[in-house]
């Protein structure tokens, strides 16, 4: 949730730290604050909201040495306040966190309670450590010492007075990275966009590894030991770093939605091109499996839910799924034939990857769909799949759904084939649909301008409902969850055959209605539902393509009919989703509103 980074051997260290949070700051923009170890003295520089306001302080006051620590945060436990800015720091040690110290509580009882200067979970670590290097522990014995006191996840920079060379790495349930940068210049982040650009190769963490990054090397011990262990480097493609800029866009959100194309495409290639066709998919548990348990947060919940419908109608694979953050404590009832997908673009979502540490010791088959290959969650599973969308720095999910839509697709086929549900003919059929997808995205986009010149109907809106039937029902869903993150206008989606039974109290003739409506089977359903809309004065904004228009005859003339490619009932989710993103793109920038980094949000939340 919030971004870490540290740097050893870096002249004006305190530049390069800000440069490396600017690119993390998607992580989390509250507060922000770096801090340096020079002449046996840590100096600090915090300030409360997005990083240009510590930008300018540290401009006009620049922290002197070579060795610092940096951290932008997203408020968890205390406000985002200046004083619950990290680093934190004690006598000896400075520290920047990102998780959650899940006994602080009981670790701070223990300590003289002047001593805190913040609400924070993470200043409690600061003080333990303290507390050893006062009894005459060096730093190695004081993080010895200190770990097995923590409960929770951490990822930990930091310095420490009595080895002032040293910048000391730790990670348990959060992720770190270590970059191996030109002159000996070392860095540690949260993640690898921090330092893509001024580092040659990266080595990834492991679970409960601690490191010393020192005149220029490095060495990673694991599990609080002090025994040296090996983890591989690993060289950084050059297309990393240029993902970093917005290029001619206004907003990283627009640059990644008009990037579909390209990045379904990419995506295809892994998956539906014919020599390529999940070649790595096990035929078991998927070809046997009693049931399978989708579970996820948000955006991918709702890739989760458009899911559900793909895998019952065409593999008759019996779906449930969950939001992560309520599966655990329901007590799901898990056949043990029965087989679990997680879905998260990051792979570090907390409640996505407690779910599937729950399911696993359950000793069901896990797999994931993530878009982080190195991520957690692709690592604790039995089987990735992989989403290749590049790195996604709007806060927003767009591209990243629509290849998790993707691949959720081409699993469906693959596994429909494999229980006998559908020919190869069949399959064949679904992959040559699949491999039309990115050109017919590439021309929903062109629907952009429409949109744009839409948006100012919704200035003075309050509230707005999308509707959709079938898989354009989570459409619907995640239509709305778009905008009401990036304009903060209240959405809600709806199954258009449920208006009825309550929502519809709320149309009058201020509240605008979205409408996916593909001609499919069910388009004369939702027309139905759209009249029950019209006849109470609601403004709808119906999306269809020229059969649905040419059916709509006269009812046209009651509502604004957006065109899309004809598209097969399949697929229509993946096409519908675009002019949603777009339409809420251009409604928050026509209000202003901070749309890559959106107000109380951060780009991948890892606490429960
Ligand atoms: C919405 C959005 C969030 C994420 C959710 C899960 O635009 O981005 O709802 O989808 O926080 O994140 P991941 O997919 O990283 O697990």
Redesign the pocket.
Known sequence: MCGIVGINGAPDVCFDLLAGLKRLEYRGYDSAGVATLFNKEFHRQRAEGKLINLERIVKEHPLPGIIGIGHTRWATHGGPTTSNAHPHQGQYVALVHNGIIENHRELRAGFDQTLFQSETDSEVVVHLLDAYIKKGYDHAAAIQATLPQLKGSYALAVLFKNAPDTLVGICRGSPLVIGHGKEGRLFLASDIFAFADYCESVTYLEEGDWTELKNGTVTIYSHGSTHPVTRPSLPISADIASQATKGLYRHFMLKEIMEQPEVLQNTLEKYAHSEAWLTKMPTNPWKKASGLSIV??????YAGCVAKYWFEEIARLPVAVDIASEYRYRHPALPADSCALF???????AD?LAAARFTKQKKIYCASLV?VAESSLAREVDQVFQTYAGFEIG????K??TTQLIVLAALTAEVALLRGEISAEERATLQKDLLMLPRLVEETLKIQGSLQRLAPQFERVKAALYLGRGALYPVALEGA??LK?ISYIHAEGYAAGELKHGPIALIDDKIPVVVLAPHDVLFEKILSNVQEVLARKGQVILFTDNDGARALNTLAEGMQVCILPKVCSFLAPIVYTVPMQLLAYHVAAFKGTDIDQPRNLA???TVE
Do not use: D, P, R, Y
């Open positions: 996820a947060c948000g955006t991918s919940f879905i998260s673009q990051s792979g570090e979502t996505t878009n806060v927003a999910s767009t990243t759904f969850l778009k993150e780009k991948s939340v």
